[in-house]
């Protein structure tokens, strides 16, 4: 049995569908990526997996247990770190998190050791004695976290967790999940920062207006979005050659452009992604894909461009995110 089952959950307001029939599991150790539009229903969904709402029908196990039945038992088996959260900002990190495991109902020796050991966890002991109205949003971020695992919860449910972030607290906010899932903790994570999703998350579900539209391992996923990728997509990969790596960039693009056989060019970084024009004759796929790309490979490579990578574009989270869902709302 997985740890968490997801049954048949639906919630509505009035005609408002919020959440539609929705139902998918999680095991321990499991990091799953729910993903969808804003309005999709991702936040009342863990709202109800948090036991904060109750389904209009549907149940939701955790560990065996209904959290629509027995609220009260599951809870301390769980984490729950919404989209929107507060610090006490005259508390100092020690002070924050202390309070909070006085909550959670931890006392004496346990509780000292378990605030420290989380704030090891976090790397928040170098931060202990500030406060936490002088803290970086990343910080604070670790410090939210932090208070989610206190109890030492079975499951944790982050409802983006890494919006806002700069890309360094992203990367350690990934590792830290990472860790997390590595101690046999379930984590359902929600994002909008797919290319994050995809390096940490084992599955995914795809939500949209209240609906489950795909849900399963990534990788069976991206199988399936594979056949909607356009066909004939490269990516080349650029690397810095002492020159600025933008002006590299920006003149690779120019001269992509300049092919009769390049539709398109999306820089991303140091790199470009390159939709191909299909050939007079030619169908989808086949060696045409291989021969344009050696092609402007020489291309590249004779004007000097500094190219280290040059692969067909393989389908990612955000493919599998546009082909299943049609960017409506509700």
């Given at each position: 049995m997985s740890l968490l089952e997801v049954k048949n959950l639906s919630r509505f307001y009035g005609p408002l569908k919020a959440v539609n029939d929705v139902s998918f599991s999680l095991e321990a150790g499991q990091i799953l990526g729910f993903i969808g539009p804003n309005g999709a229903g991702k936040s009342t969904t863990m709202r109800i997996l948090a036991t904060l709402d109750v389904p209009t029908?549907?149940?939701?196990?955790?560990?065996?247990?209904?959290?629509?039945?027995?609220?009260?038992?599951?809870?301390?088996?769980?984490g729950y770190m919404p989209d929107r959260y507060g610090t006490y900002e005259d508390m100092t990190v020690h002070?924050?998190?202390d309070f909070f495991a006085r909550a959670y109902r931890l006392k004496g020796p346990e509780r000292v050791k378990r605030v420290e050991s989380v704030m090891e966890f976090a790397g928040l002991v170098p931060l202990k004695d500030k406060l936490t109205s002088a803290l970086s949003k990343g910080m604070?971020?670790?410090?939210?976290?932090?208070?989610?695992?206190?109890?030492?919860?079975?499951?944790?449910?982050?409802?983006?967790?890494?919006d806002g972030l700069d890309p360094r607290a992203r990367i350690e906010l990934r590792e830290l999940l990472k860790a997390l899932a590595a101690q046999g903790k379930a984590v359902l994570i929600s994002s909008h920062i797919l290319t994050e999703l995809s390096e940490i998350c084992d599955a995914c579900a795809i939500i949209e207006q209240g609906k489950l539209l795909a849900t399963g391992p990534v990788s069976e996923i991206l199988a399936r979005t594979a056949g909607a990728l356009p066909s004939g997509e490269l990516e080349v990969t650029l690397f810095s050659s002492g020159a600025p790596l933008e002006a590299a960039v920006a003149a690779a693009e120019r001269l992509l452009l300049e092919q009769p056989l390049v539709k398109a060019v999306v820089p991303q970084g140091r790199t470009l992604r390159v939709r191909l024009e299909l050939a007079a004759g030619e169908v989808p796929g086949g060696l045409w894909v291989d021969e344009a790309a050696a092609r402007l490979l020489k291309l590249l490579v004779q004007s000097g461009a500094p190219v280290c990578a040059m692969a067909a574009r393989q389908p990612d989270l955000e493919d599998a995110f546009l082909s299943v869902t049609k960017g409506k709302v509700q």
């Open positions: 029908t549907g149940d939701v196990l955790l560990d065996g247990k209904s959290a629509v039945d027995h609220p009260d038992v599951v809870r301390p088996l769980l002070e924050f998190l604070k971020q670790r410090v939210a976290l932090g208070r989610t695992l206190l109890h030492d919860p079975k499951l944790l449910i982050l409802d983006e967790p890494a």
